[in-house]
């Protein structure tokens, strides 16, 4: 059974191994890696200011280059995408004026990243990405690019290191350049995730509490569906315009600050759909909290329990499920030694998360495997760092 992935050295080895290549055999000087996430529970919350309970994990992407004495970046990837060349080429513009996104899609990340960077103007520079995290895969393949990128270019151009300013100008970067209105969640645990921790993080205030996980008999399953349904993109929006409209109805800020008693009370002037989703919201924010204290409490049945509320909400109330992860939660819950599996990330395809004792994990896989009517991935994933510089040496 296969749920092994590349380590991060192995990942520079290969990009080291394509800069080369593609740069007449020269070496690159410095590299950065920036992780992938799971959220464990709070889905859809962090742009309603909740909370949310991501993980950093060790699938990662990896950037390598040098900075070169001109205005022109060339960034070549790993990642092979039929559809997409795997190598850019652009100029930054002299007159401060902004990098406007194109083609190939995956270098507006980077586009993005030198646009919102918090010491401007970044210099020339040649680099190459490879990445493990896999590519919309509801693993925060995105963020991760974003991190890794913004982690490389402080390497060429120092800020003031202020770690959540720079998770907020990676989300910028997502928000300008892929056009895609995420909360702060992916990029906040991407730069600040920590090894052995899942982080509570109030989206709100931007602080994070670090949740241990370490337990060696705990293990922390995901699963890929290997399907994205081409809803993600209009979806996402939308959802966010329903929260905003019901806080509005409820007169408050953000549904943060409402309670399912000022939403029954507000009852009569919302639709259904609009009602099901501040529901979704509002009680999904309390399972977080709940959440994190069976964690800390060592109260996995409790915690897993939870973990299958919050997917019948996603799936029933916030409608961002899809059949096939229906099957994947339904396939691992029968599972004896299983506490609680979710679909995880913004939905419509993408990853399952599964909670369960160490010793359930091959049973665990073999069930899903023959239960799912599609073919899926499995990482078996520990908590890990958030973005780091890594030495090349
Ligand atoms: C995507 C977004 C996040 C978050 C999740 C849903 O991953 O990037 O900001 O909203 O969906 O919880």
Not at 3 to 9: G, I, N
Not at 266 to 274: I, P
């Amino acid at each position: 059974m296969d749920s092994s992935f590349p380590t991060v050295s192995e990942l520079v080895a290969e990009a080291r191994r394509l800069y080369g290549e593609e740069f007449g055999g020269e070496a690159p000087r410095v590299a950065a890696c920036a992780p992938g996430r799971v959220n464990l529970i709070g889905e859809h919350t962090d742009y309603n200011q909740g909370l949310v309970l991501p993980m950093a994990l060790p699938l990662v992407t990896v950037v390598v280059g040098s900075q070169t004495s001109g205005q022109d970046v060339t960034v070549v990837t790993t990642t092979k995408d039929a559809d997409e060349p795997r190598r850019v080429n652009f100029s930054l513009p002299s007159d401060g004026s902004p990098l406007a996104p194109g083609s190939p899609k995956w270098a507006n990340y980077v586009k993005g990243v030198i646009q919102h960077h918090r010491a401007p103007p970044v210099p020339g520079f040649k680099a190459v990405i490879s990445s493990s995290v896999p590519l919309g895969g509801g693993l925060s393949s995105s963020a991760s690019l974003e991190v890794g990128v913004y982690t490389f270019l402080q390497q060429l151009k120092q800020d003031d290191g202020d770690k959540v300013s720079k998770a907020l100008a990676c989300q910028q970067a997502e928000h300008t350049h892929a056009g895609v209105p995420c909360g702060i969640m992916d990029q906040f645990v991407s730069v600040l995730g920590r090894e052995g921790h899942a982080l509570l993080i109030d989206c709100r205030s931007l602080e994070a509490t670090p949740v241990p996980l370490t337990d060696p008999n705990l293990v922390i399953l995901i699963t890929n569906s290997n399907v994205k349904h081409s809803l993600t993109g209009s979806e996402y929006p939308t959802r966010r315009r329903q929260c905003e409209e019901a806080a509005s109805i409820l007169g408050k800020e953000s549904l943060r600050d409402a309670t399912m008693k000022d939403l029954e009370e507000a009852r009569a002037r919302l639709d259904d759909v609009t009602y099901n989703r501040a529901r979704h919201v509002i009680e999904e924010i309390e399972r977080t909290v709940h959440a994190a204290e069976a964690l800390k409490r060592g109260a996995y049945q409790e915690f897993g329990q939870l973990m299958v509320e919050s997917h019948n909400s996603l799936r029933d109330l916030y409608e961002v499920s899809c059949r096939e992860l229906d099957e994947l939660v339904s396939a691992a819950m029968e599972v004896e030694g299983v506490f609680g599996s979710r679909m995880t990330g913004g939905g419509f395809g993408g990853c399952t998360v599964t909670l369960l004792q160490a010793s359930a994990t091959d049973r665990a896989i073999l069930h899903i495997q023959e239960r799912y009517s599609g073919t899926p991935t499995f990482y078996v994933t520990t908590p890990s760092d958030g973005a780091r510089a890594l030495s090349l040496l």
